[in-house]
């Protein structure tokens, strides 16, 4: 796909469409410290006020609305990057804090109507994949994050390069379609009730959301990297 | 499991419009489409496409496409095409087709659906006993050791394990193996 920088929204959009045209949009822009209350102001408008670099912004809605959609090198390059590795932040604390919790809740109630030890192994399944996720992103924030801002700030850590993210950087949605299949194709049915509805609605909507955070570190973050790195060893 | 489809047409409005109808499929997977044929042969050989949709009006011969594997052939059209050379592909997509009708043609073409009517989900003995195994925490090579098996045919039982239960961790699996019961509880200790 072409890119097109600013896509069916431009900046003087207002950003009440924005979201009317694709509600999903939203948990990532207040992850993003952009608060409600838009009124008639433009996208340009509101990320000024909320000191978020618009064309940053811009391509983040991109990515998260366009599936296809791959930001070209130049494009990265040419767009302040600072907020990038304060949203992924952000975003981790979103699903580890907020909605890996919630979604916990649901499975509790679930795994109560199992019988015994069965609940026990349903629930157990996904603290494990709670904690894989939670080591994932600790590893992002110890290493990888630091790294960035330090080549960001135009010094270079040779300690670690990206190269060590792109080999093991692995998908952490797996385990979510599992859960799904698990609840959709194999609940016995008397656990048929309001939270299993509540929580595959939860799930679909977490995994969708993680593919979009793995596509931004992969096709914008390790780019965005990659350059930096080559620039301050030459 | 998806179904893999690789998608030959020189037009990309259509491939965007085929890929805008495709997405959020469950039942496939859309790879990189090609424009052209010209790295056709080395794509089928490195994505493996189960379902080959394609222009007819690139192909000369549907057989040799084909192939000795399973893959199956779809035309692609938007032009008047010889029904003789139809009748050599497994499907035909129109585009004027409304949504539902190609995804449903795309789906009854696939390999597996179509050769003895359904497909059968359900574990042979072997694969439960693999499961089970799974299940408690034992390695491929432990596996094919208490089953008197080859490493290589534990490997194959798990691949259908999970195409046909749709799960692929390990945990997962144990789940299912005691929402189903095929697991003592202690035997998890």
Redesign the interface.
């Known amino acids: 796909m072409k890119d097109n920088k600013s896509r069916l929204f431009s900046s003087e959009s207002r950003m009440s469409d924005l979201i009317t045209a694709h509600p999903s949009l939203l948990s990532m822009i207040t992850r993003l410290g952009i608060p409600l209350g838009f009124g008639d102001r433009s996208i340009a408008d509101v990320c000024d006020a909320s000191g978020v670099n618009t064309a940053f912004f811009l391509l983040i809605c991109n990515v998260y609305t366009f599936n296809n959609y791959v930001p070209s090198t130049a494009v990265i390059l040419g767009t302040d990057m600072t907020g990038l590795v304060p949203y992924l932040e952000k975003s981790h604390r979103y699903y580890v804090d907020k909605r890996l919790p919630h979604i916990e809740r649901h499975l509790d109630a679930i795994a109560q109507k199992l019988s015994g030890r069965i609940g026990l192994v349903f629930i157990s399944f996904f603290k494990e994949y709670k904690q894989e996720v939670e080591a994932h992103f600790s590893h992002e924030e110890r290493d990888v994050f630091p790294h960035i801002r330090a080549l960001m700030s135009g010094k270079c850590d040779t300690t670690y390069s990206i190269g060590e993210f792109i080999h093991t950087h692995s998908d952490i949605e797996g385990k979510l379609d599992d859960l799904l299949n698990i609840i959709f194709k194999y609940l016995p049915p008397q656990v048929d009730d309001d939270n299993v509805l509540d929580v595959v609605d939860d799930i679909l909507r977490l995994s969708e959301d993680l593919k979009k955070h793995t596509f931004i570190e992969e096709k914008i973050m390790v780019p965005l990297v990659k350059h930096l790195e080559n620039a301050i060893l030459s | 499991m998806k179904q893999r489809l690789l998608i030959v047409e020189p037009s990309e409005l259509i491939i965007?419009g085929l890929?805008s109808i495709l997405?959020g499929q469950i039942r496939f997977k859309v790879l990189e489409p090609e424009m052209t044929i010209d790295r056709l042969e080395e794509r089928l050989v490195g994505s493996r496409p189960d379902i080959l949709l394609i222009n007819p009006t690139l192909v000369e011969n549907v057989a040799r496409l084909r192939g000795e594997g399973s893959m199956a052939v779809v035309a692609l059209v938007y032009q008047y095409v010889e029904r003789d050379v139809l009748k050599n592909y497994d499907g035909v997509v129109d585009i004027r087709d409304s949504r539902a009708v190609i995804i449903e043609t795309l789906a009854q073409a696939s390999p597996g659906e179509n050769e003895s009517g359904k497909s059968n989900y359900e574990l042979t003995k072997r694969e439960t006993a693999v499961l089970v195994q799974l299940a408690q925490g034992k390695t491929n090579k432990e596996i094919a050791d208490a089953l008197n098996v080859s490493v290589h045919t534990v490997i194959s039982h798990r691949k259908n394990i999970t195409h046909k239960?749709?799960?692929?961790?390990v945990?997962?699996l144990?789940?299912?193996a005691?929402?189903?019961n095929l697991i003592d509880?202690s035997a998890?200790l």
Do not use: F, P, Q
């Open positions: 965007e890929k997405d239960t749709g799960i692929k961790s945990a997962g144990t789940v299912y005691m929402l189903n509880e998890l």
